[in-house]
């Protein structure tokens, strides 16, 4: 009786389990974007198809699905943009999107895929394959001729987004890029390109708010995340970096009138042979920004050129830099459990403005070694503590 109970028991069970994931499936349209055309061989032009599938699922009032099944689709430039009846919106990659074979097809472009003024729209899945080597050859040749490139998906003026489990690999310049966004989830990416390949950053937000990055990868040849003006309530989580020039504030302060860069935290994450691990970087320029409310919490350094690194004198070429200062001012910045090896002697270095000192600035339980021998800091223009075991010596 015991044993019949039970198997009664589980067979409700499955059938209430069942009945829910067809009642939320017959809640949701499907768009299959083979039905509109497209060709998944790797060949033959499927934007026209995409750009369709996305029409329709974005005309329709029900939540959708806009369904990518196994295998390489060919697409050029295409933009999906909002105002959409429906506010769910799914696209569900389980193939390759391939970018064309020549670099100067998306290289003129300034997106390969962008979504522009969306709300409620989920990307799972999938991998994008720009193909940026050629390019990135033709940069290297100096070649005079050579576009700038594409980014390889971006996200603007849209809110209500999320990213799960894409990859990105070898973008001919920025993989992921939002921009005046709020609301944004990016989790589990995995984002790859050769380490000298040029502006490939993993990825940039600016004048967005409420971003969350969470359990990714980046190797790639700049930095692995960049963080640009407007951006505020920023949480990175579990994020591996290297190759890369690690995860960076900046550059800031280029322009006059600039907004600031506030409430950021990063949290575990590991540098693994990259030019910088945690950057702060901005123009000797006159300027308004700031950048406050900065946790750099739990962070591994391996190999690390610079692993902690605020500099305020950037200027290429040392052009347009009137009096060598910077105006950004930077305060309220703490570097918790931070701890590794430095490939360099210097592992903690703060060049501030002269003009507008760094303020704030607090180490706690930080240890960092350069080799097996004791690492340096160096400090020009910067106000703090160190609180508790700080390894090198503090020049605070």
Same mark, same amino acid.
């Given at each position: 009786?015991?044993?019949?109970?039970?198997?009664?028991?589980?067979?409700?069970?499955?059938?209430?389990?069942?009945?829910?994931?067809?009642?939320?499936?017959?809640?949701? =349209?499907? *768009?299959?974007?083979?039905?509109?055309?497209?060709?998944?061989?790797?060949?033959?032009?499927?934007?026209?198809?995409?750009?369709?599938? $996305?029409?329709?699922?974005?005309?329709?009032?029900?939540?959708?699905?806009? *369904?990518?099944?196994? +295998?390489?689709?060919?697409?050029?430039?295409?933009?999906?943009?909002?105002?959409?009846?429906?506010?769910?919106?799914?696209?569900?990659?389980?193939?390759?999107?391939?970018?064309?074979?020549?670099?100067?097809?998306?290289?003129?472009?300034?997106? $390969?895929?962008?979504?522009?003024?969306?709300?409620?729209?989920?990307?799972? +899945?999938?991998?994008?394959?720009?193909?940026?080597?050629?390019? $990135?050859?033709?940069?290297?040749?100096?070649?005079?001729?050579?576009?700038?490139?594409?980014?390889?998906?971006?996200?603007?003026?849209?809110?209500?987004?999320?990213?799960?489990?894409?990859?990105?690999?070898?973008?001919? %310049?920025?993989?992921?890029?939002?921009?005046?966004?709020?609301?944004?989830?990016?989790?589990? /990416?995995?984002?790859?390109?050769?380490?000298?390949?040029?502006?490939?950053?993993?990825?940039?937000?600016?004048?967005?708010?409420?971003?969350?990055? &969470?359990? =990714?990868?980046?190797?790639?040849?700049?930095?692995?995340? =960049?963080?640009?003006?407007?951006?505020?309530?920023?949480?990175?989580? &579990?994020?591996?970096?290297?190759?890369?020039?690690?995860?960076?504030?900046?550059?800031?302060?280029?322009? %006059?009138?600039?907004?600031?860069?506030?409430?950021?935290?990063?949290?575990?994450?590991?540098?693994?042979?990259?030019?910088?691990?945690?950057?702060?970087?901005?123009?000797? &320029?006159?300027?308004?920004?700031?950048?406050?409310?900065?946790?750099?919490?739990?962070?591994?350094? &391996?190999?690390?050129?610079?692993?902690?690194?605020?500099?305020?004198?950037?200027?290429?070429?040392?052009?347009?830099?009137?009096?060598?200062?910077?105006?950004?001012?930077? =305060?309220?910045?703490?570097?918790?459990?931070?701890?590794?090896?430095?490939?360099?002697?210097?592992?903690?270095?703060?060049?501030?403005? /002269?003009? *507008?000192?760094?303020?704030?600035?607090?180490?706690?339980?930080?240890?960092?070694? *350069?080799?097996?021998?004791?690492?340096?800091?160096?400090?020009?223009?910067?106000?703090?503590?160190?609180?508790?075991?700080?390894?090198?010596?503090?020049?605070?």
């Amino acid at each position: 009786m015991a044993k019949f109970l039970i198997s009664l028991i589980f067979s409700i069970f499955l059938f209430a389990v069942s009945n829910n994931l067809n009642q939320s499936a017959a809640t949701s =349209s499907v *768009y299959d974007v083979l039905r509109f055309g497209a060709k998944g061989n790797g060949v033959i032009d499927s934007t026209e198809a995409f750009a369709k599938a $996305w029409a329709a699922a974005c005309a329709s009032n029900e939540s959708t699905i806009i *369904y990518v099944p196994k +295998g390489r689709y060919l697409l050029g430039s295409v933009a999906f943009k909002g105002e959409c009846q429906s506010s769910d919106i799914t696209f569900r990659i389980d193939g390759t999107l391939v970018a064309p074979a020549d670099y100067r097809v998306l290289g003129q472009a300034d997106n $390969w895929l962008s979504f522009e003024g969306v709300s409620g729209v989920s990307i799972i +899945g999938g991998a994008l394959d720009a193909k940026g080597t050629s390019l $990135w050859a033709c940069k290297a040749a100096a070649g005079t001729t050579c576009p700038n490139g594409a980014t390889t998906l971006s996200i603007t003026n849209s809110n209500n987004v999320s990213i799960k489990g894409l990859s990105s690999l070898n973008s001919q %310049m920025y993989h992921i890029v939002i921009n005046r966004c709020q609301d944004v989830l990016v989790e589990g /990416a995995k984002i790859i390109a050769a380490g000298d390949s040029p502006n490939t950053d993993g990825i940039h937000i600016q004048q967005s708010r409420n971003v969350k990055i &969470r359990s =990714s990868s980046i190797k790639t040849g700049d930095d692995c995340i =960049s963080i640009g003006r407007g951006t505020t309530n920023l949480w990175i989580e &579990r994020v591996t970096c290297g190759p890369g020039h690690g995860i960076s504030i900046g550059s800031l302060g280029k322009d %006059m009138d600039e907004e600031g860069v506030q409430n950021v935290t990063v949290w575990k994450t590991v540098f693994t042979g990259t030019q910088n691990g945690l950057r702060i970087k901005s123009w000797a &320029r006159p300027s308004n920004g700031f950048v406050k409310g900065v946790r750099f919490i739990d962070a591994v350094m &391996r190999n690390v050129q610079n692993p902690i690194i605020i500099d305020q004198n950037y200027c290429p070429h040392n052009l347009n830099c009137p009096g060598q200062v910077s105006g950004v001012k930077i =305060s309220d910045i703490i570097y918790w459990n931070i701890r590794g090896t430095s490939s360099t002697p210097i592992a903690i270095k703060f060049n501030c403005s /002269a003009k *507008y000192p760094c303020e704030g600035i607090r180490l706690y339980k930080v240890n960092l070694r *350069y080799l097996k021998l004791v690492a340096q800091s160096s400090c020009n223009n910067v106000i703090g503590k160190a609180l508790g075991l700080v390894q090198p010596n503090t020049c605070l």
